[in-house]
C-alpha cells in the first residue's frame, strides 16, 4: 500500500492529499501536461473526433494520469461520463484497461460500476476488466462500488455477478 493510502485508511487527510500530490507530482514539461489535459477533456466531454486527433498527435500519453485531484487517464474519464465511442477508440487505440487512478485505487471499471451505464460496465468487461478489480481503498471490489455508493445498481451487479464477481461482506 502507499503512503496515500495508509494515511486515507487511518483518516488523516492532510497526510493523505500531500503524500498524493508528491506520489502523482508534476513531472512533465509544462506543454506535455497542456496536451494531456487537451486529451482528458476530450474524452471527458466526449467529443471523439478530437480526441482520435489528439490520440494520434501524442499516442504515448493515452494512459497517462492529469494532474488534477482524481489523478485519472482518459479511460477513466471517458467511462464516467458514458462517452462510449470514446472508449471504444481508446481500447482500439490500446488503452491499458487495468490502469488504476491515485485517489481511490480504482480502475474505470470500478467508476463505471457507480455511475456509468450497464452497456458501459459490458464493454470494459468485454475488453478484459477484472470483474472483481481488488486492491482499491474501500476495499470493496467493482461489485461494491455498484452496491456500496451513491444508490444500489441492481442491474450491474447482476451483470458482475453472471460474469464471475465474488460477492462479500460489504456488496
Given amino acids: 500500500r502507499t503512503i ?6 487511518d483518516r488523516h487527510e492532510a497526510i493523505e492529499i500531500l503524500a498524493r500530490d508528491v506520489q502523482g507530482g508534476a513531472t512533465r514539461p509544462a506543454q506535455v501536461e497542456q496536451e494531456l489535459g ?3 477533456d476530450a474524452a471527458n466531454q466526449g467529443r471523439v473526433d478530437e480526441l482520435r486527433r489528439l490520440l494520434d498527435a501524442h499516442s504515448d500519453l493515452i494512459d497517462a494520469r492529469g494532474g ?5 487517464a482518459a479511460l477513466h474519464k471517458a467511462a464516467c461520463g458514458n462517452r462510449h465511442a470514446c ?35 459490458r464493454m470494459l468487461v468485454e475488453a478484459g476488466s477484472d470483474v ?24 450491474v451487479a447482476a451483470y458482475l455477478l453472471s460474469q464471475g464477481a465474488k460477492l462479500d461482506l460489504w456488496s
Fill in 4 to 9: 496515500h493510502q495508509i494515511a486515507k485508511a
Fill in 38 to 40: 487537451a486529451i482528458l
Fill in 68 to 72: 488534477d485531484f482524481q489523478k485519472q
Fill in 87 to 121: 472508449v471504444r477508440l481508446l481500447l482500439e487505440r490500446g488503452a491499458d484497461i487495468h490502469v488504476r487512478d491515485f485517489p481511490d485505487n480504482a480502475s474505470a471499471l470500478h467508476l463505471a460500476a457507480a455511475v456509468a451505464d450497464l452497456e458501459m460496465v
Fill in 132 to 155: 472483481d478489480g481488488r486492491g482499491d481503498d474501500y476495499e470493496v471490489g467493482v461489485l461494491g462500488w455498484a452496491t456500496c455508493f451513491r444508490r444500489v445498481r441492481e442491474d
